[in-house]
């Protein structure tokens, strides 16, 4: 059974950083693109940030691109979220999925979801 479990979701000052972790068990991991959505009150759930099997490529969504830095360790079956200069705005339950592609950027592509964080930042 694939299951992908997160971590490392909190409450964070505007400004600050946080680090997503997200393991994936019951695959194998390196055949899978890997992605993380968010999804904020009242709003649909939106595309983050991608990266490929090898990890040698990766897409972030215009909003988080030079503050949020995707990275997987296909050792460690696990997939990363570095968040900088976190702002209220990317208050938001944050979700990790896969797909046996290379890259995932839409949620009907989806495989295999997390079961989502939280992440708030205060003003």
């Known amino acids: 059974q694939v299951q992908l479990v997160e971590s490392g979701g909190g409450l964070v000052q505007a400004g600050g950083s946080l680090r997503l972790s997200c393991v994936l068990s019951?695959?194998?991991?390196?055949?899978?693109?890997m992605a993380w959505f968010r999804q904020a009150p009242g709003k649909e759930r939106e595309f983050v940030s991608t990266?490929?099997?090898?990890?040698?490529?990766?897409v972030h969504a215009d909003s988080v691109k030079g503050r949020f830095t995707i990275s997987r360790d296909n050792a460690k079956n696990t997939v990363y979220l570095q968040m900088n200069s976190l702002k209220p705005e990317d208050t938001a339950v944050y979700y990790c999925?896969?797909?046996?592609?290379?890259?995932?950027?839409?949620?009907?592509?989806?495989?295999?979801w997390g079961q989502g964080t939280l992440v708030t930042v205060s003003s």
């Open positions: 999925a896969g797909a046996r592609m290379v890259v995932v950027r839409r949620s009907g592509d989806v495989e295999v």
């Open positions: 019951g695959r194998t991991f390196s055949n899978y693109g």
């Open positions: 990266i490929t099997w090898s990890g040698g490529g990766t």
